[in-house]
């Protein structure tokens, strides 16, 4: 296996959104891709006040802003990876769209819609516009309201998960991971959906190669315990930057989104306790791959 070069670090690109507290957001991709070892870039479609506790405004850029930022890195520098965060209005999802259509490496999006604390992140009508994005997706990260609002479907069971998957296939989607923060049970009463309580996540992830006609099967389930009163603000963003840079760093969609679980796990679990409602913590230790000098470790490992 070629080792890393240090002074060449993979390189992602985050198109999303600030949040002024850093706890999601621009802010929330960029200390999770220095974490694990990646050299980020960034294009800000729009810039929020907002703390842990809500969204007291949101200011976007004009398109041409947008694309004039991602005709400057992309005309300049290789980029091994994208993330796409908030969005925020269906013309910077179609200017993003359009910025994505010579690029042909790994595509992550996290479908933003609504804030942790519940502020509203996406106009009503760039939902729809968000079908023609999905067909630059690598990997699609929506959690349970965001596949409802995208599917109408509420991912609470295998049956309604793999309905949701086959329409992200249909946009066009390579994979779907469907989070499960905000699954308690599933509606039906499957038993293996839940213990009853909520007091397990299931992440499942679901790729178009391995679900072929008939039966959808999910490719892999990553499950953990719920972490009690947890402070969340940022997970999703996380998560997403947290697969986008191992698949910078060139691993299997399957490992990257195993790796992005843990690192995201640890972040949820020894949250910092920041402003009013806390945040999950970028600096909190993780079993994930973090770093270029690890990766050089493991592959002197395997050499």
């Not at 007091?199 to 679901?206: E, K, P, Q, S």
């Not at 969340?232 to 195993?258: F, M």
Request: one cysteine or more.
């Amino acid at each position: 296996m070629t080792r890393a070069d240090p002074q060449r670090p993979p390189y992602a690109l985050t198109i999303a959104s600030s949040d002024s507290s850093g706890g999601a957001g621009l802010q929330a991709d960029l200390k999770t891709l220095t974490r694990l070892g990646v050299y980020g870039g960034s294009v800000v479609v729009a810039v929020t006040a907002q703390h842990t506790q809500g969204v007291e405004s949101t200011h976007v850029l004009p398109p041409e802003d947008v694309r004039a930022q991602f005709d400057a890195v992309a005309g300049d520098v290789d980029v091994d990876a994208v993330k796409l965060g908030m969005l925020a209005i269906a013309d910077a999802v179609r200017t993003v769209d359009q910025c994505l259509a010579d690029y042909d490496g790994p595509v992550v999006i996290d479908p933003v819609m609504v804030a942790t604390a519940g502020d509203r992140l996406l106009a009503a009508d760039a939902v729809d516009a968000y079908t023609e994005l999905f067909a630059r997706a690598t990997l699609v990260t929506p959690n349970a309201d965001e596949t409802e609002a995208l599917t109408g479907i509420w991912p609470d069971a295998p049956e309604s998960r793999a309905s949701a998957a086959a329409q992200f296939f249909q946009w066009g989607a390579d994979a779907v991971l469907f989070k499960g923060g905000h699954v308690s049970e599933a509606a039906d009463g499957h038993a293996d959906e839940s213990d009853g309580d909520g007091a397990i996540v299931r992440d499942v992830l679901y790729t178009e190669a391995d679900s072929g006609a008939g039966d959808r099967l999910p490719t892999a389930t990553f499950e953990h315990e719920r972490v009690e009163n947890a402070q969340t603000h940022g997970s999703g963003c996380t998560l997403a930057s947290a697969i986008t840079a191992r698949l910078a760093h060139g691993d299997a969609l399957v490992d990257a989104v195993e790796q992005g679980v843990a690192f995201t796990r640890a972040a949820i679990e020894r949250s910092a306790a920041i402003g009013g409602s806390g945040s999950v913590n970028h600096l909190a230790p993780s079993g994930a791959r973090s770093s270029i000098e690890g990766d050089r470790d493991d592959a002197s490992q395997r050499d």
